[in-house]
């Protein structure tokens, strides 16, 4: 299915392609706690920003893998490049006109990354039937 989101303030606007019935990951590391951020993952082909692209800034910390992508202009971020799937997409739920109908909301132990993130690999990876 193909949904559309934006920031609060409609400057970035975005399009991802993902299952009606999709997994969602509720982290409790110290940025996704603060900003309520829900957990999208999918291959960079499924996702496409509609328009905005230069209203965008980028945040990393740590080991400066993970690109974070917040609008200028609300401070909303809306998707960014995981540290855990550099190949793909992670969008935030809460940004989206409408949720997965289906989805399935599943903690996630951010606050020990090095631990779990290996069990997030294959979301930035294509589906075998598409």
Not at 47 to 69: M, Q, V
């Given at each position: ?54 209203e ?42 409408e949720?997965p ?13 090095e ?16």
């Amino acid at each position: 299915m193909l949904f559309k989101g934006s920031c609060h303030c409609g400057a970035v606007n975005f399009q991802v392609e993902a299952k009606e019935d999709a997994e969602i990951e509720n982290c409790n590391c110290s940025i996704c706690a603060m900003s309520g951020y829900l957990h999208l993952i999918v291959p960079k082909d499924n996702f496409k920003i509609l328009n905005g692209e230069s209203e965008l800034s980028t945040y990393t910390f740590n080991s400066g893998i993970a690109k974070h992508f917040f609008c200028r202009t609300c401070g909303i971020k809306p998707f960014y490049i995981p540290r855990s799937n550099p190949d793909g997409v992670d969008v935030n739920v809460n940004c989206l006109d409408e949720p997965p109908a289906k989805m399935r909301i599943v903690d996630f132990d951010g606050q020990n990354w090095e631990l779990n993130a290996h069990t997030l690999a294959h979301k930035s990876k294509p589906s075998p039937a598409e």
